[in-house]
């Protein structure tokens, strides 16, 4: 696996200078400038069509910007997609595993999609059913799983090279609240140890776990803080009223 270029310099593990995507007359995301520290737990936080999914294509090198320089893990998105792929992981709210495999067979199988092989693969497999709790159910066929565990194999998964980063989004839709807590914990382990972490998520006690958040609206970026500097910002009472704010506003301009 490629790594991340080697610097004395730490350098943020996101750099988005003036970032823009247009889908003809249509712009999903205008002039973002966003810095992303290592080892962070950083919330991508709007109301549906607000651009985030689109952000998040761009920062994965899935999709190129219209216009605008962005780094990803140190790697440039335009020039050094494939080395961004490589470096990162990412897990959605969709179920993307395979469930006619096992357990063990699913992170078996991704591991190697990252290039782990033989007695390296097998060491791999082994931390990640230990972290993540998965041994007991390892031979379990991963579609009988519950929406929980779903979403610690799709992480085991989505990790098994130890990626730089970890792109969440909305990685606990439609999980119980122990399952998400318990995700959470998980989540803050990693950040523990070196990986930053970007999610998305519509459960607002989920955004206040983050250390810091970004708000778009229509493809702006409005807001950048700790929770209590967007609540001072937006002089409201909580996050869940800036984001019912914000959803209401953007409604409102589409009407």
Known sequence: MTMPPQSSVVVPAVTTSRLRKTFGSLVAVESLDLEIERGEVFGLLGPNGSGKTTTIRMLTGLMPPTSGEAT????????ESEAIRRNIGYMS???GLYSDLTVAENIRFYAGVYGLMGAEREGRMAELMEELGLAEREDQLAGTLSGGWKQRLALA????HR???LFLD???AGVDPAARRRFW??????ASKGTTILVTTHYMDEAERCQR?????????IGVGTGQQILEQFKMPSIEDVFIEL???????AA
């Open 163 to 165: 990626p730089a980063m």
């Open 213 to 221: 958040l970004a708000f778009l609206s229509r493809g702006h970026l």
């Open 93 to 95: 709210q969709k179920f």
């Open 185 to 190: 914990e998980i989540i803050y382990l990693l």
């Open 72 to 79: 990803v893990v140190g790697y440039d998105v335009r020039r």
């Open 157 to 160: 998964c989505a990790t098994a």
């Open 170 to 172: 909305e990685p606990t």
């Open 247 to 253: 959803q209401r506003r953007d409604e409102g301009a």
